[in-house]
C-alpha cells in the first residue's frame, strides 16, 4: 500500500441499466425502499420482482445455479468428491496466509490505511481519500478490471457537542451524536429527564414526556433488538412529545464508552436531537430517577446534514477462465463512523476481502468463475452504495452464485453464516470441510450483510464470517474500533478461511443451487 501515490484517472464505471437512482432510505429493507417512495420506484419494485421471477424459468446454460426443479445429472457423491479434489489447494492458501511469507499482511495493509487515513465517515474527504489510495492498490497488486463505479451517498457531520447534568449535580457526560440527527439551537436544550427502560414504559408514561429530554435505559438483549432504541429511539420520543432524546449506547461491554450509529426520522413525526450515552450514564441517572430524584441536562449539539456528495463503490477482479461472466462477490465496507480508526468496522472485513483475492493470485490460480472484490462505500447509512450497485447489476443477478460480506469482525472465526436452499447449504458444508486445518468448519444459519442483503432477498446464496460478538460489540462504533482491537494471527485465520471459500466456490463446475 501506497498512500502517498497519485492516482490515475479511474475507468468509467458501466451505465446503470435502469438509468440514475437515488439511495434508499438508511435502515429500510429494498422493499421498504420501493413501498415508500414515488410512483415510479413502486413501479421499479413490480419490475424487480417480477425479473426475478423470469429468471427462474430461464434455460439456464452449463454453470448456471440450478433451481429447485432443475436437477443436476451429477449425485451429491460426485459434488463431494470434487470438492474434496479442493483438498491440496485449500492447505497451499491456508499454508501461505497463516504461515508464509503472506502472513500479517492483511494486518499491516490495514493499519497503513487507518494511521494515514483515520476514520472515514460517509461524505468526508478522509473516505475518498481512503478510496483513491484502495484504487491505486488493487492496481498494484495486479488484480484485474479494478475500477470505481459512482454513487452518491449521505453527508453528515456532528459538529461539537455536550451534555452536562446540572441537578441533581453537575456531570458532564460523555456522549456521541447519532447518524442523521439534526443539532440543537446554539445555546442548546435544558430539560428535565425522564428515563425509561422500554417503549411500552415510554407509551405508559406518554404524559410525562412532554418538554422534557427522554433518556433509554433499555438492557442490552443482542444488537439486532437493542439497536431498535437507537434507530427509533428519537422518533418514539417525539411522538409524545419531548425535546430531545439521550439512547444507552447499544453495547456488550462498556468502560464509559459511547456507542455511535445510525438513526431515523419518520415523515410526519417532529425530528429532535439525539445522541448515545454510555451505559454507566443511562444506569446511573436510572438509580437517581427510582430514588425520585429531579434530573436536569443541557445538551448541545452541531450536528449538520449536508446535501448528497459524491463517492464510489471500489472493485477489483480475477477473470473467471472458464465461466468469466458468472461471479462470486467477497466484500467489506470501505466506510466507518467518525470516531476511531474504523478498524474493526469494517476495516478488517474490507482487506481480509482483498486478501483473499491476493492469496489466490500469488498462488497463481484462476477459478472458472470470475472472483469480484467489492468495497463498499456508506454501508453504516445503511448500504447506500450498496443498493446503487444493486440497482446497476441486478439484470445480471441469474450469474452471481455466491455474495459473500464480512462485516462482524475479523477475529478468530467460529465458522460461516450461510442462506440458501438445503442443496446449497450441503455443498458449502463439505467445502468448510476443508478448512479442517485450522479448526474452523461450522456452517450456521442466517448468512447476511446490509450490503449483501439486497441479492440475498432476490434468492441469490449469501455468507458471512461469524466470530466474537461479544468482543465485536465491546469495540463497535465506538473511539475503542482501533488496531489495538485487532490481532493480526486472527486476521490471518480469516482471510484463509475467506479465501478457501470463495475460490472453491467459484471454481466448482455449477453454481450454488437456489431456492
Known amino acids: 500500500m501506497k498512500p502517498s501515490a497519485s492516482c490515475a484517472t479511474p475507468p468509467a464505471a458501466p451505465a446503470a441499466e435502469n438509468g440514475r437512482h437515488r439511495p434508499r432510505k438508511p435502515g429500510t429493507t429494498v422493499q421498504d425502499y420501493f413501498r415508500k417512495k414515488t410512483n415510479w420506484k413502486k413501479s421499479m419494485e413490480f419490475l424487480l420482482f417480477t425479473f426475478v421471477g423470469v429468471v427462474h424459468l430461464l434455460s439456464l446454460s452449463s454453470g448456471k445455479p440450478i433451481y429447485k426443479n432443475d436437477i443436476s445429472r451429477r449425485t451429491f457423491q460426485e459434488i463431494k468428491e470434487e470438492i474434496a479434489s479442493y483438498g491440496d489447494v485449500a492447505k497451499a492458501i491456508i499454508d501461505l496466509a497463516v504461515y508464509g511469507k503472506a502472513q500479517n499482511r492483511s ?30 492498490n488493487l492496481r498494484e497488486d495486479g488484480l484485474e478490471n479494478v475500477h470505481l463505479e459512482p454513487v452518491k451517498i449521505p453527508h453528515w457531520e456532528r459538529g461539537e457537542e455536550s451534555a452536562v447534568m446540572l441537578e441533581p ?66 422518533v418514539e420520543a417525539a411522538k409524545v412529545g419531548a425535546l430531545a432524546s439521550l ?33 454507566e450514564d443511562a444506569e446511573m441517572m436510572s438509580r437517581m430517577a427510582s430514588r425520585g430524584n429531579r434530573i436536569v441536562i443541557q445538551l448541545k449539539m452541531g450536528a449538520k446534514n449536508y446535501p448528497d456528495a459524491d463517492s464510489f463503490n471500489t472493485v477489483a477482479e480475477i477473470i473467471g477462465s472458464k465461466y468469466p461472466e458468472q461471479v462470486v462477490l467477497v466484500s467489506g ?61 441486478q439484470a445480471n443477478i441469474s450469474n452471481y452464485s455466491l455474495v459473500m460480506e464480512s462485516d462482524l469482525g475479523t477475529f478468530l472465526p467460529s465458522g460461516l453464516q450461510f442462506t440458501g436452499s438445503d442443496q446449497a447449504r450441503a455443498i458449502v458444508e463439505e467445502v468448510m470441510r476443508l478448512l479442517q486445518p485450522v479448526n474452523v468448519t461450522r456452517v450456521f444459519r442466517a448468512g447476511e450483510g446490509t450490503d449483501i442483503n439486497f441479492w440475498i432477498q432476490a434468492g441469490v446464496p449469501g455468507a458471512s464470517l461469524l466470530d466474537d460478538l461479544y468482543r465485536y460489540f465491546s469495540f463497535h462504533h465506538s473511539h475503542g474500533d482501533t488496531m489495538t482491537a485487532m490481532d493480526p494471527k486472527q486476521m490471518n485465520v480469516a482471510a484463509a478461511v475467506w479465501a478457501v471459500v470463495s475460490y472453491v466456490i467459484a471454481d466448482m463446475e455449477e453454481m450454488l443451487p437456489r431456492f
Request: aromatic share 8%; glycine share 10%.
Open 247 to 279: 439512547i444507552r449506547s447499544v453495547a456488550s461491554f462498556s468502560i464509559y464508552s459511547p456507542h455511535t450509529g445510525i438513526q431515523e426520522y419518520q415523515d410526519g413525526v417532529p425530528k429532535i436531537p439525539t445522541a448515545c450515552i454510555t451505559v
Open 107 to 136: 494486518y499491516e495493509r490495514l493499519a497503513l490505511l487507518v494511521d494515514t487515513v483515520g476514520p472515514r465517515p460517509s461524505g468526508s474527504r478522509s473516505l475518498e481519500k481512503a478510496i483513491q489510495i484502495m484504487y491505486q
Open 333 to 393: 465496507h470501505l466506510d466507518s463512523w467518525d470516531v476511531g480508526q474504523g478498524a474493526m468496522d469494517d476495516g478488517g472485513g474490507a482487506f481480509i476481502s482483498w486478501e483473499a483475492l491476493s492469496l489466490i493470485k500469488d498462488l497463481g490460480l484462476r477459478p472458472k468463475r470470475t472472483l469480484r472484490l467489492v468495497l463498499w462505500t456508506a454501508e453504516e447509512q445503511g448500504g447506500v452504495g450498496a443498493f446503487q450497485y444493486y440497482l446497476l447489476h
Open 169 to 234: 449535580r453537575i456531570h458532564r457526560m460523555a456522549i456521541l451524536g447519532l447518524g442523521s440527527s439534526i443539532g440543537t439551537p446554539p445555546e442548546g436544550i435544558t430539560a428535565e429527564v425522564l428515563v425509561v427502560t422500554s417503549f411500552e414504559e415510554l407509551q405508559r408514561r406518554a404524559p410525562e414526556a412532554r418538554g422534557k429530554i427522554v433518556v433509554y435505559n433499555q438492557p442490552y438483549v443482542n444488537y439486532s433488538t437493542t439497536v431498535q432504541y437507537r434507530v427509533q429511539g428519537a
